[in-house]
């Protein structure tokens, strides 16, 4: 399937305007049935000084909206509204909870002569659908992460226990979406994986083998290198949301410039001693401390099933972070923090040393890297696995790409297609800049390859693919 895109045309003088969050609410029409109580219905509302009748009135609207595409299908009602200045995103998590967030789409500037205001052009197809509504669907799996369901807290405590917990969670979780730097892998919300060697990974799974039988108390386990994954213990969906908060708010809060980018051993004048780099990001900052408070943050886990609710230490050295989890009914004490400060201290920092030997030992028989003709993305939706050398880096706040935006609007495009269709299937698109982007979707596999060849026909593209599949993913098989 070919396509011809005619993007990327843009004038030297327009001013450009991301897209921004206008608004973002959560209600319950069941909490608010007759006329005069409609007030009750608004669990949170963001932002906060919008007056009573007009988030009553938008609160409204939704419902109408939901009740109105529910008579042309009951099962599936609205996922999104679409205007010329805005989007709205809709979603129902639990019953009768349904979150909101309203997007005010991109805009362009573009200046008069004679003095005259500038004309506002609003670009409505600049905003994806399946982006911005995984983005809504993050907001509440990272709020059910810290907080367990909505039902569960309005069992316990009612609507105010519950509008308290929203807003403690939400009014700061919504000042780290940046929606401008949204694109393909929030659909995906993959797991990045940390490439290792058999007996590298032996040396992990032991490592966690013996904690877990040294400390009886811990009951899950990850291990993580780089901001990559080697080892859970979690359930699937759980470990994908605990992966992005670490990876785009805990770590980047805690980087270390002395050891940014490398691995260092042992310092040589504490090699013959048990020192070790070793270190709680969580928890208590440091244990000398007779004021230190031994307080972690609370995780819920299988929250469809036996609904457990944790403790999270996060515990790191050097470039390996390990997260332990502990029933939360449990008093952590300083003595269990000592302990595993001296028992995992050491062997992780040994540990974050041999993974770096080890790699940089491959990446020196594997040869010099050359800059690629190519650039690709790829998603597993089997294990989620997620590899891009399109993003150089991916947080919270920034997404640095390589490519320009309007190849990775493409990107988004062409897997709104794939979503459509069970079907495997391949979409090569010549963009207007020359680029070649080609997508292909087999067995619950996703490819994007981004290919910068001006003068490449439809058959040299798609050679092209093929080696780069044969290269960069020789163990996987992809349908022709």
């Known amino acids: 399937m070919l396509m011809i895109s005619p993007r990327m045309a843009s004038g030297m003088q327009e001013k450009q305007y991301a897209p921004s969050l206008l608004s973002f609410f959560i209600y319950n029409p069941k909490f608010g049935p007759r006329e005069g109580e409609e007030e009750k219905k608004i669990l949170f509302y963001h932002p906060i000084e919008i007056e009573k009748n007009e988030k009553i009135r938008n609160v409204g609207l939704c419902e109408a909206i939901v009740q109105f595409t529910r008579t042309f299908c009951p099962t599936k009602p609205a996922k999104s509204l679409h205007t010329q200045k805005n989007r709205q995103f809709f979603h129902e998590p639990e019953e009768n909870y349904w979150m909101v967030m309203v997007v005010r789409n991109p805009m362009v500037e573009k200046p008069n002569k004679d003095g005259k205001p500038p004309t506002v052009e ?35 405590g009612g609507v105010e226990l519950l509008t308290q917990k929203l807003e403690k969670f939400f009014y700061r979780y919504l000042q780290t979406l940046h929606l401008q730097s949204c694109d393909l892998l929030d659909v995906f919300g993959g797991i990045s994986f940390f490439p290792l060697d058999k007996m590298t990974y032996l040396k992990i799974q032991s490592f966690v083998n013996r904690v877990e039988e040294s400390l009886s108390l811990v009951k899950y386990t990850a291990f993580l290198y780089n901001d990559q994954l080697i080892w859970s213990g979690l359930e699937q969906d759980d470990m994908q949301i605990l992966y992005k908060y670490l990876t785009t708010s805990l770590f980047p809060r805690h980087t270390e410039p002395e050891l940014a980018g490398r691995d260092s051993p042992l310092r040589p004048e504490v090699a013959g001693n048990l020192l070790h780099y070793g270190r709680f990001l969580t928890g208590p900052a440091n244990l000398k401390d007779p004021e230190a408070k031994f307080r ?29 989890m502990v029933n939360a009914a449990v008093d952590l004490s300083r003595e269990f923090c000592e302990q595993l400060d001296s028992l995992v201290g050491p062997q992780l920092t040994l540990l974050a040393s041999d993974i770096c030997e080890q790699y940089n030992i491959n990446r020196r028989i594997s040869g010099p890297e ?30 640095l790409t390589s490519v320009h935006p309007d190849l990775m609007k493409i990107l988004g495009d062409i897997n709104c297609d794939f979503a459509r269709v069970d079907e495997d299937e391949e979409i090569i698109v010549k963009a207007m800049t020359d680029y070649w982007v080609v997508g292909k979707k087999s ?38």
Request: aromatic letters at 16%.
């Open 370 to 399: 050359k800059e690629p003709q190519f650039k690709f993305i790829y998603f597993n939706h089997m294990n989620l696995a997620e590899k891009s050398t399109i993003h150089m880096r991916k947080t919270a706040s920034v997404s």
């Open 443 to 480: 067995d619950q596999r996703e490819l994007y390859v981004i290919l910068n060849q001006k003068n490449a026909n439809l058959i040299e593209v798609n050679e092209e693919v093929k080696r780069l599949c044969a290269t960069q993913f020789n163990n996987i098989f992809f349908l022709d």
């Open 296 to 324: 972690f943050p609370k995780i819920f886990v299988n929250t469809e099933d036996s609904y457990e609710e944790l403790h999270l230490i996060v515990y790191k050295a050097m470039s390996a972070a390990v997260c332990f």
């Open 122 to 156: 609003y670009q409505e197809e600049e905003i994806i659908d399946s982006v911005y509504g995984s983005v809504l669907k993050q907001c509440y799996s990272m709020y059910k992460l810290f907080n367990g369901t909505f039902s569960r807290a309005f069992e316990a």
